[in-house]
């Protein structure tokens, strides 16, 4: 593969992370139009006033069939509403070569009759099996696999969420470097940089939902917004098996609550949920998890999939971490480590029942930088320590 082609895939993929904020049960896509050794148009999905990404970097480019050379992170027409039309307007373009990062995930799609609809399965079969034929049939020279890996990385949530129908799970917390989220009187307000913190705002504002266990809400009173970044604030979602949390927590105050769903078990006192659905937020009662009274983590997954929620951040405690990393569940974990020992204190990660180093959980891939005075762990957990998809 050329140099140049994996140059203009990666601009591509640029523009792609540029629609990050919109729902991620849609697809990331940027296009390159390239003709004459230069770039002669370029779009992204989410770009106001515009259809398909393809097709809208091919109109900016303006070129006579024949002359263009495409670059798309993933397969086209994944971002039209209607794909058919899309593909045909493609070929009516003629574009010399078409190069595909990373083709679509219903090559290993499970789907079901129920979700199919809400998950545009039919969709994404025929983009499969139909749109790189149709264009090989017209003359469009196509080739796959350029920079494969970087581009399912900037769609892995998307195509998790295609496969499984499950959303991804990134966890998310800042640690001292002696491994610790919070003093042993319980003060963790700040271990992290400014700059890590403006971090967690951009994550948040990257997913669907933002979850965390009512220990966090009791200690440090979170708002859960995207305040520090532009975009749209995430569903708050409060894991509260007891419906603890205060009325006046700043979750469910200044009509926060209305977008905050409280995730609680089927026992629960229906005065007290009854109070908290009339500020606004939703009371969903769930089944306990085995052995125990608190919310089944399992269960919560599987409703927010079937709700479309495609993507979760995770920001604590150490309970839910320690449960979804025990489930395996989790598919990426952030980490802020801060230069400072407090010692004694709380642990974010709990028991997993490890008791060999051979079976410690590993990693795929990991990225590692520097960020104000903080080191920022950015890990992909292996498949085999992560629910298979």
Known sequence: MAQKDERYMREAIRLARRGAGRPSSEPLVGAVVVANDGVAGRAYAGRRGQGATVISALDEAGLSPGQATLYTNICPCLDAADASSCISRLVENRPARVYIGALCSSHHQRESEEDSSSRRGPLDKMYSFCALERLRQAGIEVVTGVCEEECREANEIYFKYRATGQPFITVKFAETLDGRIATAAGDSQWISSPASLRLAHQLRREHDAIMVGIGTVMADDPQLTVRLVDGRDPLRIVVDSRLRIPDGARVLAGGAARHTLIATTNGINAGRAGELEHLGAEVLRLSSASDSS????????????????????????????????????????????????????????????????????????????????DIIFDGRLTQADAERW
Request: proline share 2%; aromatic share 2%.
């Open 294 to 373: 608190v919310v089944d983590l399992i269960e919560l997954l599987d409703v927010l999939g079937r709700r479309s929620i495609a993507s979760v951040l995770v920001e604590g405690g150490a309970g839910i971490i320690t449960s979804l990393l025990s489930a395996r569940r989790v598919d990426r974990m952030v980490i802020a480590i801060a230069p400072k020992i407090i010692g004694r204190g709380t642990e974010a990660i709990g028991d997993l029942g490890i008791t060999r180093l051979g079976d410690a959980m590993t990693f795929s891939s990991i990225k590692t930088r520097r960020l104000g005075p």
